[in-house]
């Protein structure tokens, strides 16, 4: 019997597996498996892509024969389903695996204790929760999305000391050094969505695309580009229309139908979601975005769509990049939140983290619970 831990190490294994998918898996969520026999790994793999073999499966044809009697480290609680593929619960049964340690259960419906019970049905011996808090931060988005209907959302702003992003002029290239800036890219691989506002279109034409450098570059899906537009104003001839990857422009249920017209034939998506205040109920944009299968939205936006997710309570994780220097009292603040009157009604956030990316530092907070401002 493998002790605890060697058992925690061959687990710690598969989660770095499970990390290798963390740009290309989505929808799927990341998943990682390693099959150990007489303490020694015979087999292990990752699921890179939805579609392709998942994690157990890859792992099985590793170890062939050796298989049989071996304990499978796996970071989410094996399928029970037929999608793409075949259920994992199934081939681990089938392979003669006598063990299967997983990390945690699969909040899918579609699994959620079903692959446990499958693989307890035929004698294997199954545990679940060792490094149970490591496998969630591998898949907080699909994890959210099963459990609530919502993806996970962060919101990316970048800021001098003083707090400010872009002179009065609106000049704003750029605040943050070039290390920061590639981070960011990085950010963007893993998201499944990145949403901006039209005027952030309409000011600078952004790609909102990734462009990464290095080995993982080629393995790289584009994220859904999504611009909240209400009267849709976003020009046919709109740089990002003319990249690789899928652009969904969001507006109002009366927005012109001509437009509309327009942007599909320059390539768009377009949805009409209802109103909210004027503006697109953000409820209803991460709602909508869910049901496309996006399990991890960016937010990189302005002022005013920053602060309108802020204060609705929408955002799940806060990163800002701070440049260190000052652009001064006149330049532009970082979010706007109107309402906020007294110091009782600022909104907290919890330090998670805080590190320097080259020249600047990268915070990333999370926001403590509180009731939503609209």
């Excluded at 015979?42 to 579609?51: D, F, I, K, L």
């Excluded at 699994?111 to 446990?116: C, D, K, P, S, T």
């Excluded at 400010?164 to 800036?181: L, P, V, Y």
């Excluded at 377009?270 to 109920?281: A, E, K, S």
């Amino acid at each position: 019997m493998t002790g605890t831990a060697d058992s925690a190490h061959f687990m710690a294994r598969a989660m770095r597996l499970a990390e290798r998918g963390l740009y290309t898996t989505d929808p799927n969520p990341r998943v990682g498996c390693v099959l150990v026999r007489e303490g020694r790994i015979v087999g292990e793999g990752w699921h890179r892509r939805a579609g392709e073999p998942h994690a157990e499966r890859i792992a099985l044809a590793a170890a062939g024969e050796a298989a049989r009697g071996a304990t499978a480290y796996v970071t989410l609680e094996p399928c029970a389903h037929h999608g793409r593929t075949p259920p994992c619960a199934t081939g681990l049964v089938e392979a003669g695996v006598a063990r299967v340690v997983a990390a945690m259960n699969d909040p899918n419906p579609r699994v959620a204790g079903q692959g446990v019970a499958i693989l307890r049905e035929a004698g294997v011996a199954t545990s679940v929760g060792l490094l149970a808090a490591e496998a969630e931060r591998l898949n907080p988005g699909f994890l959210k999305r099963m459990r609530t209907g919502l993806p996970y959302v962060r919101c990316k702003l970048a800021m001098s000391l003083d707090g400010r992003t872009a002179m009065d002029s609106g000049e704003s290239k750029w605040i943050t050094g070039e290390a920061a800036r590639a981070d960011v890219q990085r950010l963007r691989a893993r998201s499944s969505a990145v949403v901006t506002g039209i005027n952030t279109v309409l000011t600078d034409d952004p790609s909102l695309n990734v462009r990464l450098n290095g080995d993982d570059e080629g393995d790289t899906r584009q994220p859904l580009r999504v611009v909240l537009d209400t009267r849709l104003r976003m020009p046919p001839r709109a740089h990002m229309l003319r990249l690789a990857g899928a652009t969904l422009v969001v507006c109002g249920e009366h927005a012109s139908e001509e437009a509309e017209a327009e942007l599909r034939v320059a390539g768009a998506d377009v949805q009409r979601l209802p109103q909210l205040g004027g503006r697109i109920d953000l409820q209803r944009l991460l709602l909508a975005l869910a049901a496309r299968e996006v399990n991890e939205v960016l937010i990189e936006s302005g002022a005013v769509l920053a602060g309108a997710m802020l204060a609705a309570g929408l955002v799940d994780e806060l990163i800002v990049y701070q440049a260190p220097h000052l652009l001064g009292d006149a330049a532009r603040g970082l979010v706007r939140l109107p309402g906020l009157e007294r110091l009782d009604d600022r909104l907290r956030f919890v330090f998670v983290d805080a590190r320097r990316v080259g020249d600047d530092m990268r915070l990333t907070l999370r926001p403590e619970p509180r009731q939503a401002l609209v």
